[in-house]
């Protein structure tokens, strides 16, 4: 509380009359999250994918969001409802963007009718995680080739 109190350049009384707990002040920083909104869905629905991928490849880009994420998930244990927040927040509306792109491609026949589209989208975006993690960064083509593995581009 301290060093974010003098960050905000305020005190911890003042801070915690707004915050009682380290959990009140988490549970805001997940609520204030920004991420770059994605536009209503346009065009075929690889293009939708790779729209979306490439959009959450962008705001993995801003500073300290993996980081975040490894604090969110240590503090799992103690303070299970930030993740779920987060999850609900910020995963669960990508994901399933995501996945309504892959179903639509099953629907035309762009993909394979034994798609499992849950298990794609898994792969799709852990593969962020994972570039990230073995490489300490991602490419910027990264959306792009990882969407081609699973739907490779008719162009």
Do not use: C
């Amino acid at each position: 509380m301290e060093s974010v109190a003098a960050a905000a350049g305020t005190t911890v009384p003042t801070l915690r009359r707004r915050y009682p707990d380290k959990a009140a002040l988490a549970a805001a920083v997940v609520d204030s999250l920004r991420v770059t909104p994605l536009r209503a869905a346009e065009g075929p629905p690889r293009a939708q994918a790779l729209a979306i991928l490439e959009n959450f490849r962008r705001n993995l880009e801003r500073p300290q969001s993996l980081a975040l994420l490894g604090t969110l998930l240590s503090e799992e244990e103690r303070s299970p409802a930030l993740l779920e927040r987060f999850r609900t927040r910020l995963v669960g509306p990508r994901r399933a963007m995501l996945a309504d792109a892959l179903k639509a491609g099953v629907a035309s026949g762009d993909l394979a009718a034994t798609t499992d589209v849950d298990a794609a989208v898994s792969m799709l975006i852990g593969s962020f995680y994972a570039r990230y993690i073995s490489h300490g960064r991602i490419q910027r083509n990264w959306a792009r080739r990882v969407l081609d593995q699973l739907w490779p581009d008719a162009r």
